[in-house]
C-alpha cells in the first residue's frame, strides 16, 4: 500500500522554464509534507516544506502547492536551472506518535536541459 | 553547523555476516531516524531514536536493531546479512521528531551484500 505516490517517474524541461512536480497521498493523518531533492549515491538534501495548516510555501525559486481535499501537492520550480537535474522525492509525516518517520514517494527524476 | 556524518562510506560484506553502521547528527538535534533506500522499494523508514530510546520502528525484521549514546550519535546493526540487505542506509537527525520538525540526511552507507 503506496502512501504516497509520484506518478511521473520523469520530467523533462528547458532551462528557464518552469519545472512542476506531483505527489498524491492517501493517508489523511498525513501533516507536514517536504520537498527532497537527491543525486546518486548521496543523502537527499531539503528543499523545502509545508504544513497542512497552510496552501503554500515559498522559498526563493522553489514554491510547494498543498490541496488537502484533492491530497495532492506539488513543487514548482522557476525559473529551472541545469543544476536542478535530480531525483525529487515528497515525503509525509503523520505527527503523533509517528516520531520520525517520514514516508517517500518512488521519486521523479527531473532533467533540465541548457 | 557540520551537517549529518555516517561512516563507514562503503562496506562489503558476505551473507550470514553481521554489520555496525553509525550516525553523528547534527549538533543539538537529538532525533535520529534510520532509511534504507533500495531500487525497488525506495526509501523506506526502518527506525526513530531520541534520547537513547527508540520511540518508531518500522515494517523491517528483528535482524535490524539499533541504538542511540547519550551523546545522540547511533548506531545501526544487522545481523545474518541476506543479499536483500544491500542498499543505501541513510540516517537523518531532527531536534525532535515532531511535526513541522524537517530531518536533514547524512550522505549514507552503500552496503554489498555478497
Known amino acids: 500500500d503506496q502512501q504516497v505516490k509520484q506518478n511521473s517517474p520523469s520530467l523533462s524541461v528547458q532551462e528557464g522554464r518552469i519545472s512542476i512536480l506531483n505527489c498524491d497521498y492517501t493517508?489523511?493523518?498525513?501533516?507536514?509534507f517536504l520537498w527532497y531533492k537527491k543525486y546518486p549515491a548521496e543523502g537527499p538534501t531539503f528543499l523545502i516544506s509545508?504544513?497542512?495548516?497552510?496552501d503554500k510555501n515559498e522559498d526563493g525559486r522553489f514554491t510547494v502547492f498543498l490541496n488537502k481535499s484533492a491530497k495532492h501537492l506539488s513543487l514548482h520550480i522557476v525559473p529551472s536551472q541545469p543544476g536542478d537535474s535530480a531525483v525529487y522525492f515528497c515525503?509525509?509525516?503523520?505527527?503523533?506518535?509517528?516520531?520520525?518517520?517520514?514516508?517517500f514517494g518512488q521519486g521523479t527524476i527531473l532533467t533540465v536541459h541548457p | 553547523k557540520a551537517g549529518v556524518t555516517q561512516t563507514p562510506r562503503y562496506l562489503i560484506k558476505t551473507r550470514g555476516q553481521q554489520v555496525t553502521l553509525s550516525c553523528s547528527p547534527i549538533?543539538?538535534?537529538?532525533?535520529v531516524s534510520w532509511y534504507q533506500q533500495t531500487p525497488g522499494q525506495g526509501l523506506q523508514f526502518l527506525f526513530e531514536y531520541f534520547s537513547e530510546t527508540q520511540r518508531n520502528k518500522g515494517n523491517f525484521p528483528g535482524r535490524f536493531s539499533g541504538r542511540q549514546f547519550s551523546n545522540s550519535r547511533s548506531e545501526m546493526n544487522v545481523s545474518t546479512l541476506e543479499l536483500g540487505d544491500s542498499a543505501l542506509y541513510l540516517c537523518?537527525?531532527?531536534?525532535?521528531?515532531?511535526?513541522?520538525?524537517?530531518?536533514?540526511f547524512g550522505p549514507g552507507t552503500r552496503l554489498t551484500v555478497l
Open positions: 493517508n489523511s493523518m498525513f501533516d507536514y
Open positions: 537523518a537527525s531532527s531536534l525532535f521528531a515532531r511535526g513541522g520538525d524537517t530531518q536533514y
Open positions: 515525503a509525509a509525516n503523520a505527527g503523533g506518535t509517528s516520531y520520525g518517520k517520514l514516508t
Open positions: 509545508i504544513s497542512s495548516i497552510k
Open positions: 549538533s543539538g538535534h537529538r532525533s
